[in-house]
């Protein structure tokens, strides 16, 4: 106990002295770890080069402003096209991983089995970065926005199925219980107890995906599977700094109207 | 109408929460359940429906064995069977009206719910049981938006709508204040004798159920105690059921009309 007695009088500690000390002598080795990595790394790292760091930066970003407008227009469709590979993949994700949640919930799987199933799926997709999936992709289907779309789907089916399927198995079960008690199918339980319980929750994960899938779709093209990267990529590759800019411009803008567009939604449905 | 042969029910921690309960609902008999927490008031109504399955015994609705049905079976049987809980269980985001209707889930096809397109005679009756529980005004707002009495006459509404034979109750007050938990009391008592419904209602407040109920059965540590009328719970039996305790003040509150509130008063005096 985590009381010792001064002239009779009880006197109450967090915990025993032991283990304090135990919990001390932990936060020092870990404190030791970080600075012998901080070691590693400066040991590693061709200190040189960064001495001219800030004045390198200042001369790219020079090179980069003004952004040159001209090409504007001819990026609006390699633009158009990232939307698309973002919301289409979005959508096809959420196809396949809203099933696959109420398969991997504890409290809503048909079988142990199937749960054991619908889990390795979501963990697999989410393991492989959407970058990753679309490389794959390209050499399946070959380089376009196809493959940018079932990248974007793939990695989607992981991050929306877990995150929904903690939702389910986050909901108040009395409504279920209640339900099941009136004499009601499994699937009328399901959509008039368990959805309207996780509607929100769904909406919000959703959105959010999407918002993502905008900023990982404009990588895509770094790939070859379509959309806004893969004028990046070329204006990277001729070194032309003010075109660069502009597509930094046209995705930062882009990303701005998807946050303005899923905060709305979150806040219509919640 | 409810009979119940033998039945026991061991948890799969070991706990016997239930032992040889042997017991008869007639119909239209509104019957108390009392007793300590843990005594399995709750797993002895959870097991008519089946929301607890029973380890041995039978279970008897109208002659009907639902020990052990299953599927499609086991739905028919919990059709007639309407519940209602002490934190109200309704789906807060649904409108009271969809709350309401979902007591006919039972009865219709999984389209025509979802899609709420439900038969007019069910809407029909929906109206009528919202106006005799006092929420003909509520049908539109949203669950979350009522006050607890006012869910619970919801819940009612809802166990109603499936023209159920037996009501089980479980703890319809606990959560509710004196006068509110008098008015569910009375609305429960009073719908189960328009309709000649039987119901086993559980219920920690033993002046209240005294108040409302024909019979009072007693259980301790899973077995039957006391099975009798109101007015024969004595301190002594009182004892048995819950242990021993000065009931005293319990007896003066079943001489006098109005003793519970004179009672709070007195605690909410006592601390001011």
């Known amino acids: 106990m985590p009381v010792k007695h001064v002239n009779n009088v009880p006197v109450w500690q967090r915990r025993e002295p032991l283990k304090q000390y135990a919990i001390w002598a932990g936060w020092m080795l870990g404190g030791m770890l970080f600075l012998l990595c901080w070691k590693v790394i400066s040991d590693n790292t061709i200190w040189e080069f960064m001495y001219d760091a800030g004045t390198q930066a200042g001369s790219l970003i020079g090179r980069m402003i003004p952004p040159d407008w001209s090409i504007t227009g001819s990026l609006m469709v390699p633009l158009w096209d990232t939307i698309n590979i973002a919301t289409v993949g979005t959508a096809l994700g959420i196809l396949i991983a809203f099933p696959l949640s109420f398969l991997a919930a504890r409290n809503t799987t048909p079988h142990p089995a199937l749960r054991a199933v619908a889990l390795a799926i979501i963990v697999s997709s989410r393991s492989i970065n959407a970058l990753i999936w679309a490389m794959l992709l390209v050499t399946i289907v070959g380089p376009g926005i196809f493959a940018g779309m079932l990248a974007i789907a793939l990695r989607s089916i992981g991050f929306v199925g877990k995150l929904l399927y903690e939702a389910i198995e986050e909901i108040h079960p009395t409504p279920v219980e209640a339900l099941s008690s009136t004499g009601a199918a499994r699937t009328q339980v399901l959509a008039y107890a368990v959805w309207p319980q996780i509607m929100p929750a769904f909406a919000g994960i959703s959105v959010y995906r999407w918002d993502i899938n905008i900023r990982e779709a404009t990588t895509l093209g770094l790939v070859g599977a379509g959309g806004i990267g893969l004028q990046m990529n070329a204006a990277i590759n001729n070194l032309a700094w003010a075109q660069v800019a502009t597509v930094f411009v046209l995705i930062f803008a882009t990303v701005i109207v998807s946050e303005w567009v899923s905060a709305k939604v979150r806040h219509a449905v919640i | 109408m409810l009979k119940l042969t033998g039945l026991s029910k061991r948890y799969d921690t070991g706990d016997l929460a239930l032992n040889d309960i042997n017991l008869t609902v007639p119909a239209g008999q509104v019957m108390a359940l009392i007793g300590p927490s843990g005594a ?75 899609l709420r397109r439900f038969p007019a005679s069910d809407i029909q009756q929906a109206f009528n049981l919202l ?76 002046v209240l159920a005294q108040q409302f109920v024909d019979r009072v059965v007693g259980l301790r540590g899973g077995e039957l105690v006391f099975d009798g009328d109101p007015k024969d719970l004595s301190p002594d039996i009182l004892t048995s059921i819950y242990g021993e305790e000065d009931w005293s003040v319990v007896d003066d509150d079943n001489e006098d009309a109005e003793p519970p509130a004179a009672a709070s008063v007195d605690i909410a005096g006592a601390h001011p």
């Open chain 2, 40 to 114: 399995g008031k709750s797993t002895l109504i959870r097991c008519v429906n089946r929301l607890v399955e029973p380890s041995t015994g039978a279970i008897e609705l109208n002659d009907q064995d639902i020990t052990r049905v299953r599927g499609t079976k086991l739905r028919q049987a919990r059709r007639q069977i309407g519940m209602i809980f002490q934190n109200y269980a309704l789906v807060e985001r649904l409108s009271v009206m969809e709350n309401v209707l979902s007591g006919r889930l039972a009865y219709v096809g999984f389209w025509r719910s979802f």
């Open chain 2, 131 to 206: 106006e005799r529980v006092g929420l003909q005004t509520m049908f539109d707002k949203r669950g979350d938006a009522l006050s607890g009495g006012q869910k619970q006459r919801v819940g009612i509404a809802r166990a109603l709508m499936q023209n159920p034979k037996l009501l089980l109750v479980d703890e319809p007050t606990a959560s509710l204040d004196p006068k509110t938990s008098r008015q569910i009391m009375r609305l429960i008592c009073e719908l189960c004798r328009e309709q000649q419904l039987a119901a086993i209602i559980n219920i920690h407040d033993v």
